[in-house]
């Protein structure tokens, strides 16, 4: 008896046969007596096809009439989803993002949510229906206009929902098994983080895990909404993100936390050897690391032989942020070779890339550099945990076991939970496999037990 | 200088080459001064394959559910054909029903509009842009639930803002030039018709004409809003629907009436015979008929062997009404030999026989009929024009045709502007053919002068 937000994207809905297969898992949470909202993205590839006819009519299409465009995929999407269910038995309704009252500002292409107003989900759900929302989509408030919400829009929608509705959970089906220490399929022995918070979460989206989208575990730490990102394709667990990852959140009955799994094995009391001290301490539950992100989309810009004084580096970023850019990360190195002289370097999106050194070269004459470098054949490595800020020599083991697989590091940057690195794009795997394994990551048979449990 | 609401169906959109095709055609209007709202269809076959989606989730669906998913039709084409305008350099946006103030009732799959409330549109307009419009749906007032019209609904939307806004004429674009003397298919001499009356047309629609539906026409007539049916494949005029065939409205420039065609061919000054006689006395210019319409889509029944009672043929059309069926044509023949009994034939939609049969044999006993006869062979021939109250004989022109080609009439109804013969179908073609010859309706090259505008 919970209410509870489901999210299934496109993968999940790609045909007939696959929207029928969700129905009939949205049925049966609706039928163990929960109350079910599930927001829905566009069938499998509609959106790119929709995009496609688009750029047949022509290359530059408004923004407005695009999110028009786009949000028909929704519409086919969750009027199927509804249909589905209903044949099931089970009542179902299907509401666009402004029935739904997901409200934005007008920034047509991606929208930011700025209320949420559910009445009619509620009163749907009084009527014990199940209520579909269609997902990436919202309205603005003065003019009506349709809006969509950009990357990772429809995750972003179910959080929304789920905080506005004050829902028990909001769970993100996929096609993975929920996140991982690192991708598998770089990292084969890579196991699935059973809970993380958001803090780490963020640190693993930003750096380049796909699972979740970074605006959404931001929207889900902002209202205290606990985020199962699990498989649409499985019914074991997935990883669940909550504020903190040792408590037992009371969520619904289909929500087995961690804990509670020993019970479940058949012929089995064993209670693991850290099991009572982790009751006493439980700092000591707390993982050091979640795990390893990695992001190959990023290029480094270097403006090499700036004058040594105050005020360049401001004038730099300032012109580059002009130009709508969003760097990353930053080093300033002194060239000792040439005094006075220094280079700095930054990691930008590869495709702002081109923006950015534009806007630098039309003040070169201001700035005095010698020259601009732009590499995109970096990558970036992460390691992200909460566990980092009260265990020293975490970035020396870091660094070490990089030495030891012959890798160069060419940036880095800290935060509280998290260290990145900058190497050569076609090191970046080897990279991403020595520091799983320096950091006991790798899989010990752990996710055995979760599939052994055959839900 | 017009307010011209132009409708576009799913054949003149059928890929981006005709969206842009047609907005080329919607800018040149604009460009040439009018305000303009174009209202349009889904893409081709879009509502077809979107129909077949949803057979494949359930041979059911809820209809409410199949409003959501066929609006995803029109909302793509009127993204898509804004894009097109805008990129030719007119500004335009697209609204959806919803936006553009289109209220039904709540009857998803057949709403019936009940207010037009287009505020947008007219903001728009005042900006100078094209406002398009997205055909067949709308939005009920209480609910805020998306509707659809269903048949012949991008039609009656676009007269319905035509009232709406007070346009000064509702463009129906279609792949035929107009509406004909009799289907071209039939008979190759039909001629486009430059004129008819709203009360010519709706005979011509409600006996099987289909290029205008009946509930547009009606529409149309109730707000005297003048609707031009015109080919979107060519430049030149079509048919044009209005209260009187021979007054001359003040319709934008692009919209030339018969009266001032001859103005318009170079080089010449002729004046047809009967120009003064019809100035004085317009009666003369009067079309006796307009056309002749068909239908193959009738059945028929018989009752036979009815006691010729008071109040039985009341008993028999309640007990139809009652199974939801409308009728069409009704006779009683005194049947001679068997005194005391009668037979009562009647015409309905072939998919309605089985309900109406099945109804009337549930009463059987009561009414003490000897059988049921159904009979789906039937054709319909139906002549219309306005001139035939004023004008004696008519019937018996057609009744003289249709003997000299040796066909047989099953049944006859008429109304003040129009009779209807009930044949065999298979002599339907012949007994089309035959009246569109005696009431000299075949072509005598008028329809070349307009080909030979360019226009």
């Keep these: ?153 429809s995750d972003t929608t179910a959080v929304a929902l789920a ?41 693993m989206a930003a750096s380049g895990a796909k699972v979740l989208a970074l605006r959404c575990v931001e929207y889900g730490r902002r209202y205290g909404v606990p985020i199962h990102v699990r498989s649409s394709f499985a019914s074991r667990e997935g990883t669940l993100v909550t504020a903190n990852s040792h408590v037992t959140h009371t969520v619904h009955d289909d929500l087995h936390v961690p804990v509670a799994v020993w019970d479940r094995i058949p012929g089995t009391l064993t209670v693991p050897d850290n099991h009572e001290a982790a009751t006493e301490e439980t700092a000591m539950e707390d993982p050091i690391i979640s795990g390893v992100a990695h992001d190959r989309s990023e290029a480094k810009i270097t403006v090499v032989g700036v004058p040594d004084v105050p005020g360049v580096a401001a004038r730099i970023f300032e012109v580059v942020a002009t130009s709508g850019v969003n760097i990353d990360m930053i080093v300033q190195n002194v060239s000792a070779a040439r005094t006075g002289l220094t280079d700095i370097s930054f990691t930008l999106p590869e495709g702002d890339a081109k923006a950015a050194s534009s806007a630098l070269s039309a003040v070169k004459d201001e700035l005095r550099y010698d020259s601009l470098q732009i590499d995109d054949q970096i990558g970036k490595l992460s390691l992200v945990g909460a566990g980092m800020k009260s265990h020293p020599g975490i970035s020396a083991k870091l660094f070490g076991a990089l030495r030891d697989a012959d890798i160069n590091i060419e940036m880095i940057s800290t935060s509280e939970i998290r260290i990145s690195v900058v190497t050569r794009e076609d090191a970046l795997d080897d990279a991403v496999r020595a520091v799983h394994s320096a950091f006991e990551l790798d899989g010990d048979g752990e996710a055995v037990v979760y599939a052994g449990t055959g839900r």
């Excluded at 506005?164 to 983080?193: H, M, N, Q, S, W």
């Design 163 to 203: 905080a506005g509705l004050g829902a028990d959970v909001c769970e993100i089906y996929t096609d993975v098994d929920g996140v991982f220490t690192a991708d598998p399929r770089i990292v084969p022995a890579a196991r699935k983080i059973d809970r993380i918070t958001y803090e780490e979460m963020l640190e």
């Design 1 to 153: 008896m919970a209410l509870v937000v489901q999210k299934y994207g496109g993968s999940s809905v790609a045909n007939a046969e696959s929207i029928k297969r969700v129905a009939k898992r949205i049925a049966e949470s609706r039928r163990a007596g929960n109350d079910v909202v599930v927001v829905v993205s566009a069938m499998g590839d509609t959106t790119d096809e929709l995009i496609d006819l688009a750029q047949q009519i022509t290359p530059l299409p408004p923004q407005r009439e695009m999110d028009i465009l786009l949000t028909a995929g929704e519409r086919i999407s969750m009027s199927l989803l509804a249909m589905a269910i209903t044949n099931l038995g089970v009542k179902a309704k299907s509401f666009t993002g402004q029935q739904a009252g997901v409200i934005t500002d007008a920034v047509h292409g991606k929208a930011r949510i700025v209320d949420v107003v559910p009445h009619r989900i509620r009163e749907t759900l009084e009527k014990g229906q199940v209520a579909i929302v269609a997902g990436f989509q919202g309205v603005t408030k003065n003019t009506n206009d349709v809006t969509t919400l950009g990357r990772g829009g």
